[in-house]
């Protein structure tokens, strides 16, 4: 009999214990509550408190934030920094996410530079060497020539016309201005751009006949050869002037300039993948024109980028990265 309760009081005794350790089995097993902070995605801890950077109280993470380390394709964008996200429709139209079409556009602009009012000499004394070449036939010379012309900023075109050209033709008579154009705005410029010269209230008309190939280390900048038409008595040698340098009018790929986020690294947009995915997508941009920007690789025509409400998806996507990079298991203790 006593051997009997002995062993009632041992079930219960066992039942019990059972009981705690499936309890915690549970415990451990259920989903724990992450925090991270608003402004520095990159914190993750399993208790509230304040970011260690900023100060600012700890958020809970939602639930598809941190089951974005789960996800494959999340790893592989977390190599960047960033993670394709999903929102809603609705989650879209509360935080008011806009997006535009990536699109040909014919982008135009203004390259303002300084300059200077030139008569050409080492120009003029350049192309009577590959004259006197020619007539001696000296291929050698005239080789040299062709070298300091295209050195001073000629085409080959524009070579080719100095035979035909009498030595006090058209070619050399106008005056012409150097331009100084920043190492940023040069890649905007192109041959035969029509100019805008400046002086006072005078106005010249011109165009754009050389591109100095070499940049000055000093100034940072580079020559640029503008031909103009007709100089008049107002512009004397070594006067400075200011030149406004058509650029553009070709179609080029380009989105709006607040689809574009510079990570200090790279350039990058989200795109709309569709059901309501926005991908990261590191692109290589050109200049930057009429509120556009050039794309000159990453887009396809037709894609469709965020334009409004990047900094609530930047933080979202960096957040996902995070734990996508880290796995949500890998959180700061106490």
Request: one cysteine or more.
């Amino acid at each position: 009999m006593k051997a009997g309760v002995k062993m009632k009081k041992i079930l219960f005794l066992a039942l019990i214990i059972g009981a705690v350790f499936y309890a915690v089995s549970c415990s451990d097993n259920g989903e724990k509550t992450l925090y991270t902070c608003p402004m520095h995605p990159q914190v993750i801890q399993d208790h509230p408190g304040s970011c260690p950077i900023c100060g600012m109280d700890l958020v809970p993470v939602e639930k598809e934030q941190q089951q974005g380390a789960e996800n494959h394709s999340a790893h592989e964008d977390a190599q960047m920094g960033y993670a394709a996200i999903t929102v809603s429709p609705e989650k879209q139209q509360l935080i008011n996410i806009k997006f535009d079409t990536v699109k040909k556009r014919v982008l135009s602009g203004l390259v303002y530079a300084p300059g200077v009012v030139a008569y050409d000499p080492e120009l003029y004394s350049a192309a009577s060497e590959y004259r006197n070449a020619l007539k001696i036939n000296s291929a050698e010379l005239a080789e040299t020539a062709v070298l300091k012309l295209q050195s001073l900023g000629l085409s080959a075109k524009q070579i080719s016309e100095i035979p035909k050209s009498p030595e006090d033709g058209d070619i050399f008579s106008n005056m012409s201005v150097y331009a100084q154009v920043y190492q940023n705005d040069i890649k905007k410029i192109k041959r035969g751009a029509d100019v805008i010269v400046t002086s006072g209230q005078n106005r010249f008309e011109g165009a754009v006949s050389g591109i100095d190939p070499v940049m000055n280390p000093d100034t940072r900048s580079f020559n640029v050869r503008i031909k103009l038409n007709k100089a008049g008595a107002v512009l004397k040698p070594e006067m400075y002037v200011d030149a406004g340098i058509m650029t553009g009018g070709e179609k080029v790929l380009s989105v709006p300039e607040e689809a574009v986020m510079n990570t200090g690294t790279m350039n990058m947009v989200f795109v709309d993948a569709g059901e309501g995915r926005l991908e990261p997508r590191h692109i290589t941009t050109g200049a930057v024109m009429e509120g556009y920007i050039a794309v000159e690789s990453g887009l396809k025509e037709g894609e469709r980028v965020v334009v409004n409400g990047n900094f609530l998806i930047d933080s979202e996507s960096r957040l996902k990265a995070a734990f996508a990079g880290m796995g949500a298991s890998h959180v700061h203790d106490k």
